[in-house]
């Protein structure tokens, strides 16, 4: 069965560049959400789309920006990259606005030098 | 708001030792989700299990077995003869069917198992 997949698995940034990471949900889900995963913490919730309408926030950076397109891939902009954005981002999506049952993504890691 | 308690940092056991790992969540919600999920060295997320608030049946696959008791608030998960590829960080979530769907983590159960 087809997962959500992300891209690029891997990424090396220089601070203050900026960084693109992709996510593409599963066929049908509408509903995508982003986590950032820093080195020994649980997952942190940043943003979630539904619709391609931005359905809820999290602890979102304001450097950070995010959007869902018409065929659903939703898209993490990362700008002005601080060392401390190096961590695993996770994209999950689902199916409906409220399913709660989330499929994530392999995570797209993040190292910034 | 929604939180889930995992106090159990670390546990290490010796291959074949049954172990649990607890997870302890709070909601306000009547409708939520509960979920396990695995993250091997190589940093995936896997996903275990999903039970609903309303289905309190304890279930196994395997090796693998959840104690879901909502008059504790707990989602215990326990796996039986434990092997060194069961060495992982486990996560409990929690997500409410009245928000947007987000789950909560809680922060992780780092198991090692040792041959």
């Known amino acids: 069965a087809a997962g959500v997949i992300q891209s690029p698995r891997h990424l090396i940034k220089e601070k203050r560049e900026t960084a693109t990471l992709k996510c593409y949900p599963i066929p049908r889900h509408d509903t995508v959400y982003w986590y950032q995963q820093g080195p020994g913490q649980d997952p942190q919730f940043l943003i979630s789309?539904?619709?391609?309408?931005?359905?809820d926030k999290g602890s979102i950076p304001d450097r950070f920006s995010a959007q869902q397109f018409s065929d659903y891939h939703s898209e993490l902009n990362m700008s002005s990259l601080e060392l401390g954005d190096s961590a695993l981002y996770f994209c999950?999506?689902?199916?409906?606005?409220?399913?709660?049952?989330?499929?994530f993504g392999e995570g797209s890691r993040l190292t910034v030098l | 708001a929604q939180k889930v308690t995992q106090a159990q940092t670390e546990i290490s056991v010796v291959e074949k030792e049954d172990v649990t790992l607890d997870c302890v969540y709070e909601t306000r919600d009547t409708t939520y989700y509960l979920f396990w999920y695995k993250q091997p060295p190589s940093g995936e997320l896997v996903f275990l299990i999903r039970?609903?608030?309303?289905?309190?049946q304890n279930e196994i696959s395997g090796r693998y077995s959840w104690n879901f008791q909502k008059s504790t608030s707990s989602f215990n998960f326990t796996i039986t003869a434990s092997q060194v590829v069961d060495s992982a960080v486990y996560f409990c979530?929690?997500?409410?069917?009245?928000?947007?769907?987000?789950?909560?983590f809680g922060d992780g159960t780092t198991l090692t198992v040792k041959p």
């Open positions: 979530a929690l997500s409410e069917a009245r928000g947007a769907g987000k789950s909560t």
């Open positions: 789309f539904y619709e391609k309408m931005q359905s």
């Open positions: 999950a999506s689902g199916q409906g606005k409220r399913s709660g049952e989330l499929f």
């Open positions: 039970r609903n608030s309303f289905d309190e």
